[in-house]
């Protein structure tokens, strides 16, 4: 960026400051509103599976680990069905987990515990509400496994008389009651039968579906009703360290306040269930947050090979197919993004940007897929491609969000071409689209509103033409502005706002010769996104003008380390 330029040779308490209402995946749970409104089920079910229909029977997926679980059943098969059942809820794939366990019923009719994994993968988790349409058959499913249970062990009927408190014959307004009964009803599962560690894994599921992504309180310590969730994942993985379902569970418990308690799990989960591209994707999540950028792309670029596999041979548009897989493409980038690796990111970007043009326009939707679409030019900005964005065609003028950024990236081309009057002309018209109450109403996933997220735009504009003009107390008013309404977003992985703003406020400070000033702003922003090799050199850079030679070598030696694989250099 401008004060800190990309030269293409080869080569606590401030996370406390941002809005507290976190949610990390933010763009999943912001689909699960969209669910409640009817757009789209959770999951659409294939075709009937049963094989003596003649139609096509569900495959077994290979490379999805080792995982079993016993159950009570005549069928070899079945329970082969039944494990990836299993292992695919665990992953998130809920859709297909459903196939895998009718598959499993209709081999083995007599097997309870097949009907009650068909229950239990139809209802809520913390990434999606119930769908009215799922209620009907997690009923009838588990009618049937209350049915069967007499033919099943004690720990089955525990299992089943579990989940039965879960479910209502007919949709409810709320059922926030029903959530709350079954994690109780879980917790006296686990004490009756404590060495089982999946019962105990689905209990602490069952807390968290009762305070999907609200585990912690503003203060950064971990909530009361959320203690016995955090123990009873670790009580799991002190016993099973290859849990897949706890490891899961535990990077989400843990990613907002204590990220560095799950690199371990994070490091486990990588290869150990290769076929599933969301339990893959998963320790992205932790490596992200720990500045271990590096290690976030291998994982996403693996989960996308694993999605792709899997995506060859299923073509049923679901929660999974629509949602999770365009995620990992979207973590990609931000990796790449913050490792200075600008062909892989842009690559990622295009990719990102490969949006459904039949529901861009959706009400529901727009606000993300214009988003996932605006991606290449925010790409573009941070790298320096100003030839690339001024050649880049302006969006619809219905789709104000794009159009907005564009706006601003015509706007950042053209100060760095030294245009200022035209790229004023991109700022004016940039805040024209904001004060368009159409811009608040319409949000990224429910959290975040696109005007939002263009006011920072438009600052950093505003900043960098100030910049341009030498005028640099205007200029880091404009950027102290950006970090203020910055940490006013609801924070999502990756962030709504894609150039951390304490990074831009750096720069410019150490243009202005304001060298402590810098110093502190690098290293507020090294507090949020760690290992940085954006601020880990303005750092070195800052340290090195203040005459901190030794600190200023140190830091440039971390600086090369976080940059290793970056196909650019920083230049003052």
């Known amino acids: 960026m401008i004060g800190l330029k990309p030269s293409l040779q080869t080569g606590k308490n401030l996370q406390m400051n941002r809005q507290h209402k976190i949610s990390i995946i933010g763009f999943l749970v ?37 995982y079993h679980y016993p159950i009570s059943t005549t069928s070899d098969l079945a329970q082969k069905y039944f494990d990836q059942g299993l292992i695919l809820s665990y992953g998130f794939n809920h859709a297909e987990a459903a196939l895998a366990f009718e598959q499993a019923s209709q081999i083995d009719p007599n097997c309870a515990m097949c009907y009650w994994g068909l229950a239990y993968v139809q209802g809520p988790n913390i990434n999606a509400p119930m769908a009215d349409d799922q209620v009907g058959k997690a009923w009838e499913a588990l009618q049937k496994a209350i049915a069967l249970s007499p033919k099943t062990s004690k720990r089955e009927q525990a299992y089943i008389q579990a989940l039965t408190p879960r479910y209502s014959e007919k949709p409810l307004a709320d059922r926030s009651s029903l959530d709350l009964a079954y994690a109780q009803a879980m917790k006296q599962l686990v004490q009756a039968y404590p060495n089982d560690l999946d019962a105990a894994t689905l209990y602490a599921e069952a807390i968290m579906d009762t305070m999907p992504w609200d585990y912690w309180q503003d203060n950064g310590e971990l909530k009361p009703e959320a203690k016995p969730m955090l123990d009873t994942l670790e009580s799991v993985l002190n016993r099973d360290s290859k849990h897949p379902g706890a490891l899961h569970l535990y990077i989400h418990a843990t990613e907002k306040e204590r990220p ?84 892989l990111a842009m690559e990622a970007a295009k990719q990102t940007a490969e949006v459904d043009q039949n529901l861009l326009y959706n009400p529901d939707l727009t606000g993300i897929l214009q988003h996932f679409s605006s991606i290449p030019l925010y790409t573009e900005v941070r790298f320096e491609k100003w030839d690339d964005i001024l050649a880049t065609p302006a969006p619809e003028n219905t789709l104000k969000y794009a159009k907005g950024v564009w706006h601003y990236a015509t706007g950042m081309a053209l100060v760095a071409k030294g245009k200022k009057a035209e790229a004023s002309q991109e700022l004016t018209q940039l805040q024209t689209l904001i004060a368009d109450p159409e811009l ?7 959290f975040n509103s696109t005007a939002s997220v263009l006011n920072i735009a438009a600052e950093v504009l505003s900043g960098a033409l100030a910049t341009a003009d030498q005028d640099y107390p205007t200029a880091i008013k404009h950027y102290q502005n950006a970090i203020a309404l910055e940490d006013k977003l609801v924070y999502t992985e990756p962030p709504d706002w894609y150039s951390p703003t304490h990074n831009l406020l750096g720069n410019i400070l150490l243009k202005a010769n304001r060298l402590q000033e810098a110093e502190k702003a690098f290293r507020d922003d090294l507090v949020l996104y760690p290992n940085n090799g954006w601020s880990l050199y303005g750092l ?33």
Not at 276 to 287: A, C, E, R
Not at 440 to 446: A, K, P, T, V, Y
């Open 440 to 446: 608040e109403n319409l949000s990224i996933w429910g």
């Open 260 to 343: 560095q308690l799950a690199e371990k799990a994070a490091d486990t989960l990588l290869d150990l269930v290769p076929a599933s591209g969301h339990l893959v994707h998963m320790p992205s999540h932790i490596y992200i947050r720990v500045g271990r950028y590096q290690d976030a792309v291998i994982a996403n670029q693996k989960a996308i090979a694993a999605d792709n596999n899997y995506l060859a041979s299923s073509k049923d548009k679901t929660l999974y197919t629509i949602a999770y897989v365009p995620h990992n493409k979207h973590f990609l980038w931000f990796g790449a993004l913050m490792s200075g690796q600008s062909k």
């Open 30 to 66: 912001g689909l699960g509103l969209i669910l409640i409104s009817g757009l789209l089920s959770p999951f659409i079910l294939h075709h009937s599976v049963s094989a003596s229909s003649g139609q096509e029977k569900v495959k077994l997926i290979e490379n999805l680990g080792n």
């Open 540 to 572: 070195s850079q800052s340290l090195e003008a203040q005459g901190k030679l030794s600190e200023a070598k140190t830091v440039e030696k971390q600086y090369e380390q976080a940059w290793q694989y970056a196909d650019l250099r920083l230049t003052p």
